[in-house]
């Protein structure tokens, strides 16, 4: 069922061997020019590797494109150094020595697996291949028909070969792999009859109804995360993620061991019922007045790009028009050039040409510097309306909805809090003390300065928190601001030197065109030398 390498000389994938694989492959005499001049392994697209004794897949990183790989046939003990072959959808890694499915993950895209006579025990480690078509693991020593049921995940999955499996000799077999794989078409090389479908939904559909169960459970499950996801992904680009409830109150709490102790002092629990309250609805505040400016600042940039966009069409139409009116004459000026009974006269058809192209390349040149002007200045428009929404945002952070109403909170519940802990202390010392509290609270109750100073680094420890929240919706606004318009002025940058670019290659076709056609009708009226 595998292949032994004791008599044979194991081979390593190195660029020998598939710079000899891609030339094979080719047209004999498009191989000899790829030999010549190099191959680029980026514009490969299918590789076959079988049958070279390859031991130990490596050195495939360079194929980035690759949709179709071969390695059939070989020695190959372990799936790996695949990663990066993300465009695969048919892989061929049948009649080796595998052993575990792994190695698979970033192949989101394969259609079409052949594990076809390896060593594999276990279908397993194959949870991202979503587009799974067809799927070959015949002639392994898969023995648990359970195993089965793990590719149920595989919703497009139609085309299946297990045969040659130890499993595969139980009785129920077939109707046990049709029953959990529903929508099976080809099940080991043969259609799967109606007659087959029914007599297995039949038979194993107290099995199914509660795997169906779980799989909605499940997907229900997976959907509500996602949603809160793509939830959470938009509170992030307003800057108030996890400002919309107690998130940031209860983290000021989190890893305060020493709050928690003085929670049990008599009189805190009180004073603990409003501040949260307090807390929270400053927080939300901010927290919709934050989605109310996200929506202001996708606006101002969707208004942007739709004016850019109108302003480059209309380039773009008033340049083809421009084009299509000189090809049009192009055509005559080269009819003219080709029917030329003489060096004089097609010379001066070639200046008169000459000089269409030169006025040609003036009107693109014009039209682009216009553009450009136009461009430069919507963005600046762009960038000031940009700077007035951060600016904007910034300033009501910091005074209409500021953290320092947050900070007021703590401070007067520190206050408080340090009030109740002195005075608890001192009826401590006094034995004036009522309430039954825990030994490491009743520990806290016997140096002053010592209390003191641990309520005090509680409450910076708050501060702090609350601070940095505030520095990173700042900071976060602040780097939206710079990102929206250096990209709008980058961009540009970019537009414009492409298309001086194009206009020059252009026109640099247009004289190579006009010489080429000089030089050939020259060629034909046999005029060697120049006139004198």
């Known amino acids: 069922m595998s292949q032994s390498y004791n008599s044979i000389k194991p081979n390593v994938i190195d660029d020998e061997m598939l710079q000899k694989a891609v030339e094979e492959q080719w047209p004999e005499d498009i191989g000899r020019l790829a030999k010549s001049e190099g191959i680029d392994f980026k514009n490969v697209m299918e590789l076959q590797l079988g049958f070279r004794n390859i031991l130990q ?83 392994n020593n898969l023995t648990a028909l359970e195993d089965v049921v793990y590719l149920r995940r595989f919703k497009k999955l139609r085309t299946l070969n297990l045969t040659g499996n130890p499993f595969c000799e139980e009785e129920q077999y077939v109707l046990f792999v049709v029953a959990h794989i529903p929508d ?12 087959t479908r029914e007599l297995a939904v039949s038979k194993y559909h107290y099995l199914i109804d509660p795997l169906e169960q779980e799989e909605a459970q499940a997907l229900a499950q997976l959907e509500e995360k996602l949603a809160k996801q793509k939830e959470l992904e938009y509170h992030k680009r307003a800057f108030v993620e996890y400002l919309n409830g107690s998130f940031l109150f209860d983290s000021l709490y989190a890893e ?30 901010l927290f919709n007045y934050g ?122 519940h520190h206050e408080k809090l340090l009030e109740i802990s002195i005075n608890t202390l001192e009826k401590s010392v006094k034995n004036e003390l009522d309430e039954d509290l825990p030994d490491d609270v009743r520990e806290l109750l016997v140096d002053k300065t010592a209390l003191v100073n641990m309520v005090n680094a509680s409450h910076n420890v708050h501060l702090l928190k609350i601070n940095m929240r505030e520095c990173d919706i700042l900071t976060n606004a602040y780097r939206w601001q710079a990102s929206v318009t250096g990209k709008a002025f980058q961009d540009e940058i970019d537009r414009n030197r492409n298309r001086v670019k194009e206009i020059f290659q252009y026109i640099d076709n247009l004289q190579e065109q006009l010489d080429n056609s000089l030089q050939e009708q020259l060629e034909s009226i046999e005029l060697l030398e120049p006139p004198e």
């Open 57 to 139: 897949i490596d050195n495939l990183w360079q194929f980035e494109n690759l949709t179709k790989l071969q390695l059939d046939n070989n020695i190959i003990e372990k799936i790996e150094a695949l990663e990066s072959l993300v465009h695969l959808v048919w892989l061929d890694l049948s009649f080796n020595n595998i052993e575990v499915i792994e190695g698979l993950d970033t192949l989101v895209k394969l259609q079409d697996l052949s594990l076809y006579n390896n060593r594999i025990s276990k279908i397993e480690h194959m949870d991202t291949l979503q587009e799974l078509q067809i799927f070959s693991i015949g002639k």
């Open 184 to 195: 099976l078409v080809y099940l080991d090389f043969k259609r799967v009859s109606d007659t």
């Open 256 to 285: 305060d061991t020493e709050a928690a102790k003085l929670a049990y002092l008599p009189g805190v629990d009180d004073l603990l019922q409003a501040y949260p309250k307090d807390f929270v609805s400053v927080c939300e505040n």
């Open 291 to 412: 989605l109310k400016e996200y929506e202001k600042r996708e606006a101002e940039v969707s208004e942007f790009y739709e004016g850019l966009h109108e302003v480059l069409t209309a380039n773009q139409q008033e340049g083809s028009k421009i084009i299509l009116d000189f090809e049009n004459q192009n055509k005559e000026r080269l009819d003219e050039i080709h029917h030329a009974t003489s060096y004089n006269i097609a010379e001066s058809k070639r200046a008169e040409y000459n000089e269409d192209i030169l006025q040609l390349s003036e009107t693109l040149m014009t039209l682009e510097i216009q553009t450009a002007d136009q461009l430069e200045e919507l963005i600046k428009d762009f960038e000031k309306n940009i700077a007035v929404i951060a600016s904007t945002f910034i300033e009501n952070v910091k005074g209409i909805y500021p953290f320092d109403s947050c900070r007021d909170l703590e401070n007067r």
